[in-house]
């Protein structure tokens, strides 16, 4: 008679093999069409100031699959993902102009283009049901910011606050506009930090102040307020797919974040500011969206 613990080894042995036979893995990548939704800001008149466009980035990673039947599974995935948005401000504004002896308040409109690209871990775990080459899929996500960047440009034109309102231009170029280079490192960036590189020399009247031509991401604040993307995302998933072969397939799916991407402490109107010049942060959501189209294959 086989010994007991034989019996066991051998039972185990076989179901390994069975749980073997129900994970599958594969790998899968593509394109990310990728924006925020949120309430934008407004002017005086009610008017919206803010827009965000799609941007285009990628995903590239792993699944994991566990089989109940040939149609039926379940499947984690981790995933390398870069999403974000081209983010415009047009309109009413304000800037101060700080210097060692204090500060002056202007207003008048700015114009900012950036485009923000922030990177993931994303973690999907979704239901899947498979009928013939299609397959659907459904389910939630959790994302993880491992990077945060912005580039793009400023534009200003304003005048000095009453009694003066002295018009605001570039002693450089003679021009009744300023305009700085954005660079921004979200996760990095400090309060008041630039690249000093090169020089824009604002004339406020009888006063020049010189600011650098490339501003950081937290370049207007007076005090470390944090980083301004949340460092967790989170929301729903779903999408369908096509098989081109028996391993080969195509698909599309739609994130649509639940998440505030946005730390309300440390997001700053660019509409307006404190009458002492202090800045005013805004209490709003901002979340993320985005379109994914892959490619994958499964083992």
Known sequence: MMKPNYVFAILLLVSSCSLNAQIRYGFKTGLSFAHFNGPSETNDAGASLETWKNVTGFHIGATFSYHFTDNYSVRAELLYSKKGAKYTFDGQSYRVFRYETGSTLSSGTSRYLININNSYIDIPL??????????????????????????????YSGKTAPPQEF???????????????????????????????????????????????????????????GNLFNGLDYGLTGGVAYYLSRSLYAGVRIQYGMADITRNA??????????????????DKDKNFAVQVTVGFGF
């Open 167 to 225: 018009q605001i231009k570039d002693k450089n170029t003679g021009k009744d506009q300023l305009v700085f280079n954005l660079n921004y490192n979200y996760r990095k960036d400090k309060p008041g930090e630039g690249d000093n590189a090169g020089k824009v020399i604002a004339e406020l009247g009888t006063r020049d102040v010189e600011l650098p031509n490339t501003l950081g991401a937290y370049f207007d604040y007076t005090e470390d307020k």
């Open 266 to 283: 440390a997001d700053l109107s660019k509409v307006s500011v404190n009458a002492d010049g202090s800045g005013i942060y805004r209490n």
């Open 126 to 155: 979704l239901g899947v049901a498979r009928w013939g080459d299609f397959e659907l899929s459904a389910g939630g996500y959790v994302s993880f910011l491992v990077g945060s960047i912005g580039d793009g440009s400023l534009r």
